[in-house]
């Protein structure tokens, strides 16, 4: 899309399913900005601890396939590969043990089902991410049986490959989040349909080119009916991102008004490393014009997989 483009997004019903929240005990629904927040604050804590366990640069060792490069969750040392630290660093020890006990030298692109899933699903990571940060082990020579050294493996000349492959991930993942964000949010809606119901929303992240400020204009497209539209701007680690916009009104987390029949407002926020999600009632729908290239694509869910 070139900048300045007009984005005409229609009324779009998202689903989405997670562990009850306090918006749903007190039986309002979830925003779709929560849910992004959630995912952008998972991922980055996920690429620390993945930047912390790259520096560490003790890796698993395969001494059970002879002939291939596997993987280990974790190895006869007790050793975690990057993804079972990961998972264990979150707090998730019961699905570090699981994984272990019924496939140790599981492929993550073959998690279809399960906690290790659900883990992936709200980690603000992909499948596809995950599955990179995985390497795979060459073989090596049986290790002795004396259990100190088991528990102390040498340095061995693959691990420089091993925290290379690691370090190039790590600059994917930081270079990559606003599409990978919204990959994860799109399989949570295609694989859960419980909760986000009604939903249309645009979601719009900093401009690639370093700018301070930007502007919004929203137009309401209904010809018979108001439309409130909910404004929640935060950084790239999901933390709120104080702003005044006139004519909204604000609260702790997010600004919104109601838009009269037709009515176009433009909306100028500070976009220094500013994320924007866009949220309104259902309806005709909402005009975005958004002044650069950094707009999600609002699909319905019967595509969002794809």
Partial sequence: MRPGMLLAIGAVSLLFAASPTEAQENGSSPRIADLYRDLLRERTRNIERLRQYTDRAVYP?????????????????????????????????????????????????????????????????????????????????????????????????????????????????????????????????????????????????????????????????SKSRQMEVVLTFFNGSGEIVQQTIPGFQATASFHEAMFAVNQEVRVPYNCDNTWVVVEWTAGPGLNITVPFVTVADVKPMADASK
């Fill in 61 to 221: 060792r395969n001494y059970d396939f002879a002939d291939k490069f596997m993987p280990y969750f974790v190895d006869v040392h007790g050793t975690h590969c990057a993804m079972a630290h990961l998972v264990r660093e979150s707090g998730a020890t019961d699905i570090v043990r699981q994984v272990t006990a019924l496939n140790n030298n599981i492929f993550v692109d073959d998690v279809k089902s399960g906690p290790f899933a659900d883990w992936i699903l709200s980690s603000g990571l992909t499948q596809a991410e995950c599955a990179r940060i995985q390497p795979r082990y060459p073989p090596r020579p049986k290790p002795p049986v004396d259990p100190i050294d088991l528990a102390r493996p040498k340095p061995d000349p693959d691990d420089q490959r091993v925290k290379q492959h690691l370090a190039q991930v790590q600059a994917e993942l930081a270079a990559n989040t606003f599409r990978s964000v919204n990959i994860a949010v799109a399989v949570l809606a295609a694989r859960h349909k419980e909760m986000l119901l009604g939903k249309s929303y645009a979601v719009i992240a900093p401009p690639a080119e370093k700018t301070a400020k930007a502007s919004l204009t929203l137009k309401n497209l």
